[in-house]
């Protein structure tokens, strides 16, 4: 496949883009991140909302969940470039669109963002054809990880600078990848320049979710086995720490998804509160 041939992205990156825009438009203020260029980006088409996956009351949850996610990967952006670092490394990333949607902010970094060559592609055309373009900090690195090429590699071909330090982010990948698989990619990162940070999304295991919450996890893990990409890996946090500790990283922390309940939800009138279900590891060079 060559960087030209188009492909649409995969579903969970659809449904990820459209839950950031449902959040918008069911959610009432304050909005805990605010996206709709991603429906942009995805143009689903008039019935979008109709989808059972996009239904209001039995999705909020998820929603809330996702935006929640994207909030804190934001705010530690925010604090990173505060702190000097210019770098910023999406592995994965999908219909992301920082890069539109905080300028201001994307103009102080040199973001470089990892994905497939087909939906990568995809993506070029679409922010082309809605008058967004490619800003000159963006840089969209196609990595085809199914013929196993190397990320960094790639990335610093394209201008990274394995020298200074930088954030790297991983968000909605690591239950697709095998733990062997996760483990390389520690291990890259953890070699990479002092002071940098790394946040990795993981699946916890069925049973330390909360019991409203496993219906949905069950759902979502056979609709991503009748896609064609299951789930293959799920880690306690412990788990998780160990395997970062042992790729090399000494500073290690588990931010549970219950936090950001506290940090993004607290005394809202409609009692919106993100489901469990996806921790955050945080770990620095």
């Not at 239904?55 to 969940?65: L, M, V």
């Not at 669109?97 to 990892?114: D, G, M, N, S």
């Not at 196993?148 to 600078?161: I, K, M, Y």
């Not at 009748?226 to 290690?252: H, N, Q």
């Amino acid at each position: 496949m060559t960087a030209e041939q188009t492909v649409a992205p995969d579903h969970t990156a659809v449904r990820t883009a459209l839950w950031r825009a449902m959040h918008l438009q069911v959610d009432p203020p304050p909005h805990v991140v605010e996206d709709e260029i991603g429906l942009r980006l995805a143009a689903p088409g008039d019935g979008w909302r109709d989808r059972p996956d996009m239904d209001p009351q039995a999705t909020r949850g998820f929603r809330a969940a996702i935006v929640a996610r994207a909030r804190f990967i934001e705010d530690l952006i925010a604090g990173q470039a505060g702190r000097g670092v210019t770098q910023y490394v999406i592995l994965g990333a999908g219909l992301d669109t920082f890069a539109q949607r905080r300028p201001e902010l994307a103009a102080r970094l040199r973001i470089f963002e990892v994905d497939q060559p087909g939906p990568q592609a995809w993506k070029r055309h679409r922010l082309a054809d809605l008058g967004y373009g490619i800003p000159d900090g963006l840089r969209l690195v196609p990595v085809d990880f199914e013929a196993s090429e190397d990320w960094l590699e790639r990335v610093v071909a394209a201008g990274f600078d394995t020298g200074r330090p930088a954030v790297i982010v991983s968000t909605g990948v690591s239950m697709y990848l095998t733990r062997d698989a996760t483990a390389a990619t520690l291990r890259q990162i953890a070699g990479l320049a002092p002071g940098s940070t790394l946040a990795m999304s993981f699946l916890l295991p069925f049973e330390l979710l909360d019991e409203a919450d496993r219906p949905g996890l069950r759902a979502s893990e056979e609709g991503a086995q009748t896609s064609g990409t299951p789930f293959v890996s799920f880690y306690t946090p412990s788990e998780m720490l160990a395997l970062a500790r042992e790729a090399g990283f000494t500073d290690v922390r588990h931010v549970s998804g219950r936090s950001h309940a506290e940090r993004y939800f607290a005394d809202r009138a409609d009692g919106l509160r993100p489901s469990s279900g996806e921790d955050l590891l945080l770990a620095t060079t």
